[in-house]
């Protein structure tokens, strides 16, 4: 008997039919609602939004794993999750310092990392992709990668420094996608040359714009945060005109980060050829944010005007809402510059970053403990922690609300929002 029921054609990728199996449903309609073109990574079909890894602690597994499950890319931040786990805090509090302290919180940190990927995981329940943020400068970098991998991590992202050497670290994973964060098209021109000699692309690369992201910045000092070459306008379409040259254009898709807040800056870095965004602040201040709602708090109620750059002690500038402890920081950093000298030890014993301004006595560079600074803020210390925020309004003003709205907000605004988590 012939079949007499024609075959369905198969949904086109950016038909919600086609992207349940990865998008919640109530997103993949946003989604197609929205006219905003979905990510494509490594063979998957995602909303065009990555939420940013942010340390320390404010993305972890709630935060990521959110995300994940409603189809976007959720980053959990590797730097000193332990703070996230009461009993390895313990084993690791009061130790005599030392090389054994410092192997004891490496130890605690990469059980917590485990521990972290296997809840975001969970929570995020197939859909979605899950990613780690791990920093190019911190001393942790290549166990924190092998472990996430080992873990069987979705996606390694790389920030605050070239991962020239992400391709060996990653080489028994090809199927974990690597995902570069630079600011220019000459960085993405530099990481994609040295990849190729390894036989390696970037599955995607973040171009985070430093004059308007969180954070640490991807520019050498605070003088260059304005440079043209930096706005999205340059930025996209010359790394575009790069990989097209290279003939990989279609293989890495740009992800714009910095300042991104509504559908019409979505839309705005799609025109210019990006396939998604990368948002840190707004997703900081969520209800899921694994962060304490102070810290949520003194993100959501700050303006552009309350905004400082400064020069981090990983010698890079960064942004940070001026609160007390940075204000104070700020009047009497030249002081504390003028006798920076190299110390005998980590006051801290973790030794989190590979160059520290304050250890190393790197006069030009920080003079604070920035692990000391963003745990208080994580924790939600107003006065003692340091609080890294992008520049612009949030899409929901002062208010905390949750991953979902939020993402309705971005696809769809205006359309009734569903009620507050
Ligand atoms: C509180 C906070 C912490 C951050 N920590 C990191 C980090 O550890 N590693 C990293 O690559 N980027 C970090 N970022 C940058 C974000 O991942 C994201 O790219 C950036 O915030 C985008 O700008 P937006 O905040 O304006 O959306 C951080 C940003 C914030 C706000």
């Not at 190393?360 to 006065?383: K, P, S, V, Y």
């Amino acid at each position: 008997m012939p079949d007499t029921v024609s075959p369905q054609p198969a949904p086109r990728a950016d038909d919600p039919r086609a992207c349940t199996a990865t998008i919640d449903p109530d997103c993949a309609q946003w989604l197609q609602a929205s006219g905003l073109r979905p990510l494509r990574l490594r063979g998957r079909t995602l909303l065009p939004i990555v939420q940013g890894g942010m340390g320390v602690g404010v993305s972890a597994h709630k935060l990521a794993g959110t995300v994940a499950s409603l189809g976007g890319v959720g980053t959990i931040s590797s730097v000193d999750l332990r703070r996230h786990h009461p009993d390895l805090m313990e084993r690791t509090h009061g130790l005599p310092p030392g090389a054994a302290a410092r192997d004891a919180i490496d130890a605690a940190n990469l059980e917590a990392l485990t521990r972290e990927i296997a809840l975001a995981r969970e929570r995020a329940g197939g859909r979605g992709l899950l990613a780690i943020n791990v920093m190019r400068a911190v001393t942790a970098y290549a166990p924190s990668i092998t472990r996430a991998l080992a873990c069987g991590i979705d996606a390694v992202v790389v920030g605050a420094g070239l991962p020239l050497d992400l391709p060996e670290l990653a080489r028994e994973h090809p199927a974990t996608a690597l995902i570069p964060i630079l600011s220019d098209a000459r960085g993405v021109q530099l990481v994609v040359r040295k990849w190729e000699r390894r036989q390696r692309l970037p599955d995607a690369i973040v171009i985070e714009h430093p004059r308007l992201a969180g954070g640490h910045l991807g520019a050498a000092k605070i003088a260059d945060l304005h440079d043209p070459r930096f706005e999205f306008e340059n930025a996209i379409p010359q790394s575009l005109a790069f990989l097209r040259s290279a003939g990989i254009e279609r293989e890495v898709p740009i992800i714009a980060a910095g300042g991104i807040r509504t559908r019409a800056d979505i839309r705005r870095v799609q025109d210019l050829g990006a396939a998604a965004v990368q948002m840190g602040t707004p997703f900081a201040v969520t209800t899921e944010g694994d962060a304490d709602l102070a810290f949520k708090q003194v993100l959501a109620q700050a303006s552009d005007a309350d905004m400082v750059e400064f020069t981090s002690v990983a010698g890079l500038p960064a942004r940070a809402v001026r609160t007390p402890w940075l204000d104070a920081y700020l009047r009497t950093e030249h002081k504390l510059q003028a006798v920076a000298h190299p110390k005998t030890r980590c006051t801290k014993s973790f030794d989190c970053l590979a160059q520290c301004g304050l250890r190393d006595g790197l006069a030009q560079w920080g003079q604070f403990c920035i692990d000391n600074q963003l745990a208080a803020a994580m924790r939600g210390d107003t006065r003692k922690g340091l609080f890294f925020r992008g520049v612009g309004a949030l899409p929901f003003g002062e208010q905390i609300r949750s991953v979902r709205e939020l993402m309705q907000q971005l696809m769809v605004p205006g359309q009734a929002l569903l009620p507050s988590a």
